[in-house]
């Protein structure tokens, strides 16, 4: 959802200090809003673009303050914040305000560019010395690509260097011409390469998405890589991993980053009001990820693991 008027998306989340999404140490902006759907998806709060009350249960104290509040009478007094009824809830703030324990928040912010640039450019100094810069994240950096290009220029501007992680469900001459010039580096998931499961898992259809990966490893400029969300019994099948490979030595790409399963989105999109269908709640065994490696390993594809 865009600002009205103004065509400026919602950030859920500015991370400082990041050591996991790139090079050297970053701050990685989240963009709301996203073409898919996937139904593991580790960012929940980021895939709907409009903003949204979040619980975090851990915090709670169980006060029931919050239900004293609201003056929807969107939380029951018996069942407390876990039950919000969505439905009544006009995101007022009026409960995030009250609540004694920040266990409650509303997840975006809108952000001019130059108020974002701002806030990022103050850890320039960690940036240069580390080799590292930001991270345009989300959900999907590219779904507001005029705001997204005008930071990433202004960026470029100030000598940061900016890295975009994608799903690739974009249009390839819009993000061409205007993003990928102010670009450094390209994290792009490539999930499952058969055409039913994709549409099944992440509600898109991956025809664009692969090709739009070939185009992006067919550029000089900017640097890719390809990495694969390991899903147990949904992405990390040998068949699939087996296909990815296959694809990834017809284009040539000796390298792979593999992002093993962590179960701890399950409590985020529960405290986001969401039913996920895909319910595993434990993290992959050394076993499993043995299993992963040993397939890249008969390609000969180097990983990240
Ligand atoms: S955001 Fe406002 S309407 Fe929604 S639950 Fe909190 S107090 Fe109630
Ligand atoms: S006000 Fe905060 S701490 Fe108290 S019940 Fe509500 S969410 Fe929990």
Known sequence: MAEPGKRRPLIAEIKRNSLDDGPGIRSVVFFKGCP?????????????AGPELIYRETQCIGCRTCAKVCPEKAIPEKDGPAAVDREKCNLCG?????????????????????????ALARDKAFYDNSG????????????????????????????IRVLIETCADFDWDRVKEKLLPWVDLVFVDMK??????????????????????ERLIALESPRVLVRVPLIPEVTATRENLVAIAEWM????LKRIALLPY???????????GQSPSYQRDTWMSKEEREAVKKIFAEFEI????
């Open 192 to 213: 499952l390469c058969a055409e039913d499961l994709h549409k099944k898992f992440t509600r898109r259809d991956n025809a664009r998405i692969k090709q739009n990966i």
């Open 249 to 252: 030595r017809s284009h040539g």
């Open 36 to 48: 898919l759907s996937c139904v593991w998806c580790h960012n929940p709060e980021c895939i709907g």
């Open 262 to 272: 962590n179960p701890l989105w399950l409590a985020k999109a529960r405290g986001l």
């Open 94 to 118: 009026v409960c995030v305000e009250e609540c004694p324990s920040g266990a409650l928040a509303i997840v975006g912010k809108y952000y001019t560019p130059d108020e974002l640039v701002e």
């Open 132 to 159: 590292g810069g930001v991270t345009l994240s989300g959900g999907e950096p590219t779904l507001a690509l005029d705001y997204t290009a005008e930071i990433a220029k202004k960026l470029n501007e100030r000598g």
């Open 302 to 305: 180097e990983r990240d693991i």
